[in-house]
């Protein structure tokens, strides 16, 4: 049976985007292997997201932007439109951990008719939508 895997996130540093993906999102560092001097392999995953370290589930691949079209397109990848979707068991419990840690939300928490949502963006302006129960 095929799955996704992973799907790239342009970034402008490693390291900012592993600092904000674990430290502010509490994702988990799967892994950062070098590739050469200036690339590496860097993948990271929600806690509790069910993505093994070598396999299953899907993960985000962090992926430093090294052409002038890759770096136009950071923070922007998907028109402006919300494009990654981060669901949570308790939403009351994530909004406010991430608000503690600096996270910017766009929008107050709403009532959808499938649970809480609130966008926020990450350090480059992507957006994403925080959806629980």
Do not use: C
Request: aromatic fraction near 12%; charged fraction near 20%; glycine fraction near 12%.
């Amino acid at each position: 049976m095929s799955h996704i895997g992973a799907f790239t996130l342009l970034v402008r540093d490693y390291d900012e985007a592993i600092a904000f993906y674990v430290g502010a999102l509490g994702f988990t560092l799967l892994e950062d292997t070098a590739l050469s001097a200036d690339k590496r392999w860097v993948r990271v995953a929600p806690n509790g997201g069910g993505v093994a370290p070598n396999g299953g589930g899907v993960a985000l691949l962090l992926a430093k932007a090294s052409t002038p079209e890759q770096i136009a397109r950071i923070g922007d990848q998907t028109g402006g439109r919300v494009g990654f979707f981060l669901h949570t068991d308790d939403f009351a419990r994530d909004h406010a951990a991430f608000v503690a840690k600096g996270v910017r939300f766009l929008e107050e928490p709403r009532s959808e008719s499938y649970g809480k949502v609130a966008v926020f963006s990450d350090l480059y302006g992507a957006k994403w939508d925080l959806i629980g129960p």
